[in-house]
């Protein structure tokens, strides 16, 4: 049974795994009870899975748990500095964005890395992010990331 260890929201982990090319979906969510990562589609199409490998929003869903060995993965777990919430996630709030929710950890998760990359995005970068919201929230997704870049500077 191979081992993987990688940071998983700032913390040392080691996981015994069934095989090394095992979704990390499955691995954080069964193994590891991380349950913000949402399992949508399976193939890295609807995106609802979307946290960050060492900064960059990716797909657990179709990498490999061995591919995270000595990286730093961040779920929506990990994104808010202890009880004060990323910037993202205050103006999700302030913005009421969810409605059914599934999708929402995803989307956070997307924003969060297009301003970390692109602090001042146009409406185009934010439509340009692939993630899926069947309850169509994207009008209050663009609001909310606009906001975030403000409150960011």
């Known amino acids: ?12 982990t080691t996981v015994d795994v069934t095989a090394a090319d095992e979704p990390l979906l499955w691995v954080l969510r069964d193994v590891l009870g991380v349950t913000g990562p949402k399992y949508g589609c399976g193939v890295g199409v609807c995106k609802a899975c979307t946290s960050h490998l060492d900064g960059a929003a990716f797909n657990p869903c179709i990498t490999p ?6 990286h730093a993965v961040t779920t929506i777990e990990g994104l808010a ?12 709030i302030d913005e009421d964005v969810a409605q059914c929710g599934y999708c929402q950890p995803g989307q956070i998760m997307a924003a969060a890395a297009l301003l970390a990359g692109n602090p001042h995005p146009t409406d185009a970068d934010i439509d340009a992010l692939e993630n899926v919201c069947r309850c169509g929230t994207y009008f209050r997704i663009r609001s909310a990331i606009h906001r975030a870049a403000a409150s960011m500077g």
């Open 81 to 92: 500095d202890g009880e004060t919430l990323h910037p993202v996630q205050q103006a999700w």
């Open 1 to 12: 049974m191979p081992t993987v260890t990688f940071v998983l929201n700032g913390e040392s």
């Open 65 to 70: 748990v061995s591919e995270c060995a000595g």
